[in-house]
């Protein structure tokens, strides 16, 4: 397989506590794991975009869902060929 044959992942802090994550897939579709350890405790909402199963013929075609997530979740995903996913994710903890 050439090198630049690949699929591309990360996750960013923000100054206010949330987290962007994102992820690209060269033009092998391909099903992936995304680990939420990284997250601190507690409940979190995540807004998550992500390839439809009609993306392999149409690149438009994108779905946004939201959900509550966990530090001990995993996200699973599958990526269209040249597709990706991107999501923020806000803590739910109720403030003081």
């Not at 630049?4 to 092998?28: E, K, N, Q, V």
């Not at 405790?41 to 009609?54: S, V």
């Not at 939201?66 to 599958?78: A, F, I, N, P, Y």
């Amino acid at each position: 397989m050439p090198p630049w044959r690949t699929m591309s992942s990360l996750a960013r802090r923000a100054a206010d506590g949330s987290w962007f994550i994102a992820g690209l897939t060269d033009a092998t579709a391909r099903e992936v794991e995304v680990d939420l350890n990284f997250l601190g405790a507690g409940d979190w909402k995540l807004a998550l975009w992500r390839d439809e199963a009609a993306s392999d013929a149409a690149a438009e075609a994108v779905k946004f869902e939201e959900q509550r997530v966990t530090r001990s979740g995993r996200l699973k995903l599958r990526l269209s060929p040249a597709g990706g996913f991107a999501g923020v994710l806000k803590t739910m903890a109720t403030p003081r």
